[in-house]
C-alpha cells in the first residue's frame, strides 16, 4: 500500500502565497505521475498541475503564470508553488500520484492511483 502525506494549507489574503507539499511513502518501484486537483463546494475536481517523467509539467490554464509545481530529485514529492492568490482558488487541495508498486517482492506490472486526504487552501478578500 502507498500512502500520499500532504502538509501545508491553511488561511492566506489575496494576492499572498502559499506552498503545498506532497510525498508518496511506502512500496514504490516509481512514481509515473504526480500532482494536484482541487475541489471547490459544489464544484466539480479540477485538474490544476501535474508531472510526469513522459510529459513534463501540465498546468491548468487558471493558474498559468502564478502557480509552479516542482519535486525532489526521487521523483516521490511533490510542491506547489502557489502565487497570487485569488478568492477563485479556494478550494480542498488533493495530492495525487500514478504509482507502480510491487506484488510481494515482484515489480507489479500495472500501476495504482492514490490520493491524499486534501488540504484546505482558503484565501480571503
Known amino acids: 500500500q502507498v500512502q500520499l502525506v500532504e502538509s501545508g494549507g491553511g488561511l492566506v489574503q489575496a494576492g499572498g502565497s502559499l506552498r503545498i507539499s506532497c510525498t508518496a511513502v511506502g512500496m514504490i518501484f516509481r512514481v509515473n505521475k504526480m500532482g494536484w486537483y482541487r475541489q471547490a463546494p459544489g464544484e466539480q475536481r479540477e485538474l490544476v498541475a501535474s508531472?510526469?517523467?513522459?510529459?513534463?509539467?501540465a498546468y491548468a490554464d487558471s493558474v498559468k503564470g502564478r502557480f509552479t509545481i516542482s519535486g525532489d530529485h526521487n521523483g516521490n514529492s511533490v510542491n506547489l508553488q502557489m502565487s497570487g492568490l485569488s478568492p477563485e482558488d479556494t478550494a480542498v487541495y488533493l495530492c495525487f500520484a500514478d504509482v507502480t508498486g510491487y506484488e510481494g517482492i515482484v515489480i507489479s506490472t500495472k500501476s495504482n492511483t492514490y490520493w491524499g486526504k486534501g488540504t484546505l487552501v482558503t484565501v480571503s478578500r
Open positions: 508531472f510526469a517523467s513522459g510529459e513534463g509539467t
